[in-house]
């Protein structure tokens, strides 16, 4: 099989402090990959609607309204030097199809990338990614299992129903789960949502940030596998929620490829 490729000179998912869980300007990101070499990055931000939730993981309207000013002028002052792209990381929530369309409608994105954190549990909503304890301990209340089956069903319905561009991190649910394992059920579904993304020609994203947590980027080398085989493009993000974090682990990405080749 062809190696396939993939831009390590992108990175194309970066945070900044705007998103309430981050640290570092905008500028800052900017100044990291210039450093790192890179010829391109993509901030995508948090967007979420209809979410309750203990704290604010995403970025208010007020944020939404700096980050695209002070994106315009920083790819203004650094033209010539890196293309900066403003894109946002939408999170599904099945009960605000309609909303999140109209939020995303609102402005022109360079991106928009795919992704389901918080899913709906009686009146507040439960953090499937997080590394919390509180949020780990509901979601054994709730079952690991159905957490599983409620993710990648919904992740299919959002990318079915949302104008996306790239799929996030696809295996990042319960990441943080001692007792995780993925059974021939949730094989199936992500079977299902990588058919659904190669019908829409999305891209999957490569996020290196796995490579701190369990050695192997998210999603794994299994699912890039399948990926691959339905000829779906990939690209690299870092998830970079601080600007020393930009471009991480992409050495590594060459050495990845020509194993999924």
């Given amino acids: 099989m062809k190696i396939p490729l993939i831009d390590t000179s992108i990175d194309s998912h970066v945070h ?8 570092g300007e905008m500028e800052e990101y900017v100044q990291a990959a210039i450093n790192r070499g890179l010829e391109k990055l993509i901030f995508l931000e948090h967007l979420e609607v209809g979410i309750n939730y203990f704290e604010t993981t995403w970025l208010t ?23 900066i792209g403003l894109g946002v990381e939408v999170g599904y929530n099945p009960r605000f199809l309609e909303e999140i ?3 995303l409608a609102l402005h022109t994105w360079d991106r928009i990338g795919i992704s ?16 919390k304890q509180i949020n780990i301990d509901r ?19 959002a990318v079915e129903k949302l104008p996306g561009q790239v799929l996030c991190h696809i295996d990042a649910v319960l990441r943080h789960h ?18 659904a993304a190669a019908r829409k020609k999305m891209a999957v ?38 600007p ?6 992409f050495d590594r990405l060459p050495g990845l490829m020509e194993k999924l080749g």
């Fill in 244 to 249: 020393e974090d930009v471009g991480r682990y």
């Fill in 16 to 23: 900044t402090h705007l998103c309430h869980h981050a640290s």
């Fill in 178 to 195: 001692p007792n995780i394992i993925l059974t021939p059920e949730h094989h199936g579904l992500i079977d299902e949502l990588l058919h």
């Fill in 205 to 242: 994203e490569v996020n290196t940030s796995g490579y701190r947590i369990r050695d192997e980027p998210y999603p794994s080398q299994d699912i890039l596998k399948k990926a691959v085989q339905r000829n779906i493009p990939l690209v690299a993000g870092s998830d970079a929620h601080r």
């Fill in 116 to 131: 389901y954190h918080f899913l709906e549990s009686d009146s507040s909503h439960l953090n499937m990614v997080s590394s």
């Fill in 139 to 157: 979601l054994d209340q709730y079952g690991v299992d159905e957490v599983v089956c409620r993710y990648y069903s919904d992740l299919k319905e």
């Fill in 61 to 83: 309207e007020d944020d939404i309204d700096f980050y695209i000013k002070e994106g315009k002028q920083l790819q203004e002052k650094y033209q010539g030097k890196i293309e």
């Fill in 101 to 103: 369309r109209q939020k």
